[in-house]
C-alpha cells in the first residue's frame, strides 16, 4: 500500500494544507492558527476557566501556558478571579481579543462555506459521519484490550 492510499496520509495532508491557509488568512491580522483557535475557545460573555481550554483545545498545559502568556502580553486576553471558585482563574477576551477572534471566525466560516457548497448536503453529511467513525476506531485502538 503506497502512503497516500493510507487514511493517515490524507488527513495529515490535509490538515497541514488547512493549517498553511488559515495561516496565512489570519496572518493578516497579526495572529497564528493557535492563537486565532484559543480566542475562538474562549467564551466571549463568561470568559473560560484556564484549565478547560487545554482539553477543549487538545494541548498539554505547557504549550497553552506559553500560548496563553504570549496572548497576555499581546493584550488579547486578561485573566480574572473565577467568582465561584477563588483558586481558578477565568480567561477572558479584550477588546483586541474580541477583533481578533472576529477575524479568526471570518477565516474558519469562509473556509466552512467553500467546502459546504462544493460538497453538498450529501456529502457533507458523510464525510461527518465518515469522521465518527474514524474517531470511534481511534478510541478503540487507544483504550486498553480487555480480555474476555
Known amino acids: 500500500m503506497r502512503p497516500e492510499e493510507t487514511f493517515d496520509f490524507r488527513i495529515r495532508r490535509c490538515w497541514i494544507a ?3 491557509m488559515y495561516n496565512e488568512l489570519v496572518s493578516a491580522s497579526g495572529i497564528t492558527v493557535s492563537v486565532g483557535f484559543a480566542l475562538l475557545n474562549i467564551d466571549v460573555k463568561d470568559g473560560t476557566p484556564s484549565t478547560a481550554l487545554g482539553p477543549k483545545m487538545g494541548m498539554e498545559s ?3 501556558s506559553r500560548l496563553l502568556k504570549s496572548m497576555e ?3 488579547l486576553i486578561f485573566k480574572e478571579a473565577h467568582p465561584e471558585d477563588k483558586r481558578s482563574v ?3 477576551l479584550t477588546p483586541l481579543g474580541l477583533e481578533k477572534r472576529d477575524a479568526s471566525r471570518d477565516a474558519v466560516l469562509k473556509f466552512n462555506a467553500a467546502i459546504s457548497d462544493s460538497l453538498g448536503d450529501a456529502q457533507s453529511q458523510s464525510f461527518f459521519e465518515a469522521m465518527d467513525v474514524i ?3 481511534i478510541e478503540l485502538l487507544r483504550s486498553p484490550i480487555h480480555i474476555s
Do not use: I, R, Y
Request: charged share 20%.
Open 18 to 20: 488547512m493549517s498553511k
Open 62 to 64: 505547557t504549550s497553552l
Open 73 to 75: 502580553s499581546a493584550g
Open 90 to 92: 477565568l480567561l477572558k
Open 135 to 137: 474517531e470511534h476506531n
